[in-house]
Each structure stands twice: as C-alpha cells, then as structure tokens.
C-alpha cells in the first residue's frame, strides 16, 4: 500500500515544529496522527478516501484534528482498548471501534497492524504495513532519528519504553515513520532503537549514582544526572528522572516515596 507522509505545523516541544501525519492506503485510507489541519492535509485525506482515523497516542501535539477528519469524512475512529474515556478527553470524539495488540484495520489496499509500544505513553502503539516490497512502521512518539525521546512521569513508563524499543529492534522494519523528523531507513532502524537504549540506560545509570551520591529530591537529583543546559526543558528532565527513579524503586535499586530517593540497603 501507498504510505505518505504530511508535516503540520503544530505547537510540539519537539524541536521540528511539526508532527507527522501518515495516510496509509485508500479507498478507504487510515490517517494516523492527525495533529492539525492544512492544505496539504486536506487535499492528500480527499484523494486517498480517508474512511479510518487512528493516533499512537493521546498527547496534544498527536491529536488536534481527528475529530474534524472523523467529520469531514465520516471515517470509522478507532482507539486503544480500554482507553477510550481518555481518547475522548484528548481528541473531542468518542471512538466507533477499539483496538488491541494484533487488531487489522482494512485499507483499500491491505490491512494495517497495531503494534502495542507503550513507554513514552500508556496507551502509546504503532501501525504495522507494507509499502511495495518494504515493511514500514509508523512508529509515533516511540523513537526519532537524531536526539531522543521524552519518557516522563506521570504517563511515562521507562521498563515498559525499553520493552518497546526491543521490539522495534527484533522486528526491524525497512523503514521507520517517526512522529517527528524523518525517516529512519535500512539498518538505522535497528542502530536507532540501540542508540536510544543505550541512552535511556546511560542516563539511569547517572540519576542512580546521583542517588547513591546523596541527591534525594528530583531537582537536585536532575541537577547531578544532567550535564548540559537545561534552562529551556528543565520540566522534561525532571519528569524524565521521576520515571526512571520509579523504575529503579521497582526494580529495588533505589528506594522512593514520591519525594524523596535513597539508596537501596
């Protein structure tokens, strides 16, 4: 099936400016992301027949405008199951159908697979197709192709994001259609997933020796495990380190009331 990509300006921390809309297939086509409208937005949904509208997940930035598509098109709106009061909240629209790890959504052209990739979101998945001979994963909020990705408290979930990121790794698609930025191809699809392991790891390694080291509260902790400039997403680290010290608490490395750190004994 034909997989095209729209940028749309939208207000995103992401430092693109822009989120990626994907139209897969046609006659009906699913639309996935729909974060704003535009012209071009418009013009590819009308020509491919959008009768399907799905996100990766509930953030702003992701959802703007599912439910003017919904409308314009009378399209089938899908959401994650047992997510769909939050859905609601986040798009503006109840869903019509509800899907699941495994669950097909029929394109004109061939069907599309959810792929559960929770982290950076609870309800957070990918869309799995084929474009001609290539497989292709539209991959949301889950990796991008230079910096990385936000996996903060309260909605983020560190264990779960590596998970997800080791199932990009083991399925290895030909192609990765990020949220933002562009397109991860060929073997950057594998070397991207293991570059963003390496960094979530590398940075709990340091909030960890920051606790060892006697930093017990999330701004002093972020303070010792960050060593550039955080003036501008100061907000982003410390919500990045509140989800890797609920992991470490998990995991029993670390001991953590919601307040305060300490080692393990």
Do not use: C
Request: charged share 25%.
């Amino acid at each position: 099936m034909q997989v095209t990509r729209a940028g749309v300006d939208v207000e995103t921390r992401a430092p693109t400016g822009q989120t990626n809309v994907y139209v897969l297939g046609s006659d009906p086509a699913l639309i996935v992301d729909p974060a704003t409208r535009s012209d071009e937005l418009d013009a590819l949904a009308a020509e491919r027949g959008v009768g399907h509208v799905a996100v990766t997940h509930h953030h702003p930035d992701h959802v703007g405008a599912v439910a003017d598509y919904a409308d314009a098109h009378d399209a089938t709106v899908w959401a994650r199951t047992g997510r769909a009061d939050a859905f609601e909240a986040a798009t503006g629209v109840g869903p019509d159908r509800t899907f699941a790890e495994g669950t097909t959504i029929e394109t004109g052209d061939g069907a599309v697979r959810v792929v559960d990739t929770p982290g950076h979101a609870p309800e957070h998945v990918a869309f799995a197709a084929t474009d001609g001979a290539e497989s292709v994963l539209v991959g949301g909020d889950l990796a991008v192709a230079e910096g990385s990705v936000v996996v903060g408290a309260p909605g983020g979930d560190v264990r779960a994001y590596l998970t997800s990121l080791r199932r990009v790794y083991a399925r290895s698609p030909d192609r990765l259609l990020p949220g933002h930025g562009p397109t991860v191809e060929g073997v950057a699809v594998r070397e991207t997933a293991a570059r963003l392991l390496a960094h979530r790891l590398d940075r709990e390694r340091r909030i960890h020796e920051a606790v060892r080291d006697g930093a017990e509260t999330v701004p002093d902790t972020t303070t010792a495990a960050y060593e550039t400039d955080l003036s501008e997403v100061r907000d982003l680290a410390e919500a990045t380190v509140r989800a890797h010290l609920e992991k470490l608490a998990v995991e029993g490395s670390v001991r953590w009331d919601g307040e305060r750190a300490a080692p393990a004994e």
